[in-house]
Nanobody
Framework: QVHLVESGGGLVQAGGSLRLSCAAS????????MGWYRQAPGKQRELVAA???????NYAHSVKGRFTISLDNAKNTVYLQMNSLKPEDTAVYYC??????????????WGQGTQVTVSS
């Protein structure tokens, strides 16, 4: 089994910052990539940022220049530094990991979600 545990969400004023963390544990052989998605009320879940184990990162256009994703391979932990937050960033943020549980089995795993609320 694989578990993803997120932390760092909360309430912040517009212009403020938050840092999300997501630690993967369990039967992990190797990680291909980890990322963050978000889902606002009434909207579809969308990719915010993702990063490969080789540190290649990509971002949604709406967060480029404000958010930074990083991956600590030794700790199987992904971080999302969110600066200059806007009310439209308000959503539940979900951690995702694409990883191998053994040399021949790979899959996607999700965290339980953490609420980020940005007040105007």
């Amino acid at each position: 089994q694989v578990h993803l545990v997120e932390s760092g969400g909360g309430l912040v004023q517009a212009g403020g910052s938050l840092r999300l963390s997501c630690a993967a544990s369990g039967s992990i052989f190797s990680i291909n990539a980890m990322g963050w998605y978000r889902q606002a009320p009434g909207k579809q879940r969308e990719l915010v940022a993702a990063i490969t184990s080789g540190a290649y990162a990509n971002y949604a256009h709406s967060v480029k220049g404000r958010f930074t994703i990083s991956l600590d391979n030794a700790k199987n932990t992904v971080y999302l530094q969110m600066n200059s937050l806007k009310p439209e960033d308000t959503a539940v943020y979900y951690c995702n990991a694409n990883l191998w549980t053994d040399p021949v089995v790979a899959g996607d795993y999700w965290g339980q979600g953490t609420q980020v609320t940005v007040s105007s």
